[in-house]
């Protein structure tokens, strides 16, 4: 039964430029989350993806956008980088959306470092 | 609205002593509470949960946690540490005002283990 699948595992970027992360689900989960993990720092929601629709959105600027494909796998794209966008980016799924007592199931995540 | 603190932001123990981590939460409602470990460059693993069960929550890897009302407290426990248990550890918090999965996590405690 596959995890969470991230890819890249590690990518590195110029400020300015546009970068995008994957992400497939656990088997039989459709919702999807993004989460961006500064060094030292706890896991902050980007946004969730579920019906191929944005769902749920933290605090983050316009510059973060997604999308989820009809097989549930996911992007994070992240245009204009700046130094702050280095960061490890989480994607987490669930079997649907408000289960708010459903634990996420994590990838291994994709380490970005801008320069 | 939520709030989790995780009262030490780093704690040492000697291989073979207990562990124990806390945790403090505040919600409005019933809450669910989790913990996650993340080894370095990994994603998170959930260790265990409570969702209006048992207060008292067994985990994989020997950990437990009590859930304790009154002190609105959600504190970890291993009775005997191991090498393998160094990581970093989210406490993390969630109820019905949290709308789908945008949990709230705490800002992370990181446990060394001496040999």
């Known amino acids: 039964d596959a995890g969470v699948t991230q890819s890249p595992t590690h990518l590195i970027k110029t400020r300015g430029q546009q970068v995008t992360l994957r992400c497939s689900p656990k088997?039989?989960?459709?919702?999807v989350s993004w989460y961006q993990q500064a060094l030292g720092q706890g896991p902050q929601f980007i946004f969730q993806?579920?019906?191929?629709?944005?769902?749920q959105r933290g605090n983050f600027p316009d510059r973060f956008s997604g999308h989820q494909f009809p097989n549930y796998s996911s992007e994070l794209n992240v245009n204009a980088l700046l130094l702050g966008d280095s960061a490890l980016y989480l994607c987490?799924?669930?079997?649907?959306?408000?289960?708010?007592?459903?634990?996420?199931?994590f990838g291994n995540g994709t380490r970005l470092t801008v320069t | 609205a939520q709030s989790v603190t995780q009262l030490d932001s780093h704690v040492s123990v000697s291989e073979g002593t207990p562990v124990l981590l806390r945790c403090n939460y505040s919600?409005?409602?019933?809450?669910?509470l989790f913990w996650y470990v993340q080894h370095p460059n990994k994603g998170l693993q959930l260790l265990l949960k409570?969702?209006?069960?048992?207060?008292l929550v067994k985990g994989i890897n020997g950990f437990e946690a009590e859930f304790k009302k009154s002190e609105t407290s959600f504190h970890l426990t291993k009775p005997s540490a191991h090498m393998s248990d160094a990581a970093e550890y989210f406490c993390?918090?969630?109820?019905?005002?949290?709308?789908?999965?945008?949990?709230?996590f705490g800002p992370g405690t990181s446990l060394s283990v001496i040999p």
């Open positions: 993806y579920y019906e191929e629709e944005e769902r």
């Open positions: 088997s039989g989960h459709d919702t």
């Open positions: 987490a799924s669930t079997p649907k959306p408000g289960s708010y007592n459903s634990p996420l199931h």
């Open positions: 919600s409005s409602y019933s809450p669910s």
């Open positions: 409570y969702t209006s069960a048992a207060t």
């Open positions: 993390v918090v969630s109820d019905l005002s949290t709308s789908y999965d945008k949990v709230i």
